[in-house]
């Protein structure tokens, strides 16, 4: 059992926890055997599962004594991210997931994310493309990383699910387009309603930064046109959280499509 707050394991996974240490090391640092799974299940390279948990799931028991290390509660509470301790830390290296690993069906929905700030609403719009049966999500330009501890906590493992890559506008746009999809943007001064629009077909349904929306981003040119969609709202509030808004717009894609069949 590992027992020392000074054992190099320790202070590496300790070290992780800043993002921008974790991603030059190419890591990945998972708490919750749900969330553990998942990325297990995803095909992630596994480098080491940390518990203090003697009932390890199923798919982990066949592992080997260099891959599941036990661990004592002190060391357990300082490797867990957050306020408390969940039973397990799992260390992966990071996917090298993109455009080109994105196999899309022909009336596909994909969910755009621009420049979201925040981890939390990262993962909560992984957690509804699940549900929902989105394609694929792209990080456009995104300031939140999909594998921060706090994206993958509050997605459930979705982000391990989801099809997704991160990318720049130009980009996406390209990617689209070569995808034949047709794009939508949710903007609170569009004319369009979003129970109007026609979203069957591949669609690409783009959200914008919490605070500023997607301002002067995604409009349309020759060569990409970008459909306005707005969420009516009744009340004196002009905007939705950036992953409730996603989720509407996915299921009403996903309301469109049962509907023809």
């Known amino acids: 059992m590992l027992t020392s707050l000074n054992n190099p394991n320790v202070k590496r996974l300790v070290r992780y926890r800043d993002n921008r240490t974790r991603r030059k090391a190419k890591r990945v640092i998972v708490d919750g055997w749900r969330e553990t799974t998942q990325a297990f299940d995803a095909g992630l390279k596994l480098h080491g599962i940390y518990t203090n948990d003697n009932q390890l799931p199923e798919c982990f028991r066949n592992l080997g004594r260099e891959q599941v290390i036990m661990v004592n509660d002190a060391v357990m509470e300082k490797i867990a991210y957050g306020q408390s301790a ?3 830390v799992a260390e992966f290296e990071s996917p090298k997931w993109g455009l080109e690993q994105l196999t899309l069906p022909d009336d596909g929905i994909v969910l755009v994310l621009d420049q979201f700030e925040k981890p939390g609403n990262v993962g909560a719009a992984f957690r509804c493309a699940d549900a929902a049966g989105v394609d694929a999500v792209l990080l456009c330009d995104s300031l939140a990383d999909r594998f921060n501890p706090n994206a993958i906590r509050s997605s459930l493992g979705a982000v391990f699910q ?16 070569r995808q034949n999809f047709k794009l939508f943007a949710a903007r609170v001064e569009s004319s ?9 077909g591949p669609v690409a349904l783009i959200i914008g930064n919490e605070a500023k929306g997607l301002d002067a981003r995604w409009r349309s ?7 306005g969609i707005r969420i009516p ?22 309301r469109q499509r049962a509907s023809v069949s």
């Open 233 to 254: 709202m009744h009340g004196a509030i002009d905007s939705l959280n950036a992953s409730v808004s996603a989720s509407l717009l996915i299921y009403e894609a996903r």
């Open 192 to 200: 369009c309603e979003l129970w109007s629009s026609n979203l069957r």
């Open 86 to 88: 969940r039973g397990v």
């Open 221 to 227: 040119s020759g060569r990409s046109p970008v459909n």
């Open 162 to 177: 989801v099809p997704s890559a991160t990318v720049s506008e130009i980009e996406a746009r390209e990617f689209l387009k």
